[in-house]
């Protein structure tokens, strides 16, 4: 199979893989109490793609140009014995296959990290939004510590993973948390990345006046630490990446709402259930499960993927306008970030 590219010459390089739509935590920027609550319906089981349906799909991705993956959520490691997909995955490198990594909100990190390593996980990107217990307990709603969360990312740490934390910052909330991150990370070889709050699905009560602008973020920050400005690793990655003039390291802010980088998008995304979405902010996704379990062939399956990347048009960051936003969007608690 030739690698893919879509209507508007972009390729597919990256996959992200939801393997559940359950999360412990309530952020109230993914899963809002309000709506994800106590009588909230989330997948069965039977619904899930097994390991082995995830796996054969990886392949034809592979195959279609992809060389990254990433296993999201919800939070992946409910997933039970995810550590056996993640070696099933990481058998895949001869296939194509580069880089595995996972994003975790990092609080079943320290019984998981050592079996995810020892399966052939290569990176984790644990997400924090703030080092303040109370700010921090507050965005995840289930009073869940820091300190838990500083525990998953050394556990991290020791077990010889690479790991960068991700803080999604929202005004007044926890944008006055930004230069502690900033410190306590610094100079520790994690890279600290900043992500401006975005509209993804229709329950996080998304207002544009929450936004903190990347370059306030940067400007704030080097004004203590004077940042340069580094070469992106490699075409379409999502993250502007600085570094410290003093050599403390790396970070990064990811600015979709303020420069939209559409253009040079190359991420799909799997839900858990085997919907195929090519945009982040899309209102539907694709059924690969169906034809999955009905019996088509890889040459068939190879096929439907061509045709949905082939007639992929997504612009939405580019395109953001009132009328945009109003669109149903898929919950990015379903798809991952």
């Not at 290569?122 to 009073?143: A, E, H, K």
């Not at 556990?155 to 230069?179: C, E, F, H, I, T």
Request: hydrophobic share 40%.
């Amino acid at each position: 199979m030739t690698a893919l590219t879509d209507t508007l010459a972009r390729p597919l390089r990256d996959l992200r893989i939801s393997v559940t739509d359950r999360c412990n935590f309530r952020c109230t920027y993914c899963m809002p109490k309000e709506v994800f609550g106590h009588d909230f319906v989330f997948l069965r089981r039977e619904q899930l793609l097994t390991f082995e349906e995830i796996e054969r799909l990886a392949r034809l991705f592979l195959a279609a140009g992809v060389t990254k993956i990433r296993l999201t959520g919800g939070e992946p490691l409910l997933r039970r014995d995810l550590e056996s997909l993640v070696s099933m995955l990481s058998a895949l490198q001869p296939q194509g296959l580069t880089d595995l990594t996972l994003t975790t909100n990092g609080s079943l990190l320290p019984a998981k990290a050592g079996a995810l390593r020892d399966a052939g996980l290569d990176r984790v990107t644990v997400s924090l939004d703030s080092l303040d217990d109370d700010v921090f307990q507050s965005m995840n709603d289930v009073r869940f510590p820091v300190a838990r969360v500083l525990e998953g990312i050394e556990a991290a740490q020791q077990a010889g993973l690479s790991v960068k934390v991700n803080m999604v910052v929202k005004r007044n909330v926890n944008d006055g948390s930004v230069m502690d991150m900033a410190e306590r990370f610094r100079g520790t070889g994690i890279i600290l990345r900043f992500i401006e709050f975005m509209d993804v699905g229709t329950t996080n009560g998304w207002r544009l006046d929450d936004v903190v602008p990347a370059q306030e973020l940067v400007d704030r920050l080097s004004a203590r630490w004077p940042l340069e400005s580094v070469a992106p690793r490699y075409p379409g990655e999502v993250a502007n990446r600085l570094r410290y003039a003093d050599g403390a390291g790396e970070i990064g802010v990811i600015a979709s709402v303020t420069r939209p980088f559409c253009g040079d998008c190359t991420r799909a995304r799997l839900s858990a259930e085997g919907e195929l979405y090519t945009c982040l902010f899309a209102a539907h996704g694709r059924d690969l499960r169906g034809p999955l379990r009905e019996g088509a062939t890889d040459q068939q399956l190879a096929a439907l993927l061509g045709r949905i990347w082939g007639n992929r048009g997504d612009r939405y960051s580019e395109l953001r306008s009132a009328e945009t936003r109003d669109r149903p969007r898929v919950e990015m608690s379903h798809i991952g970030g």
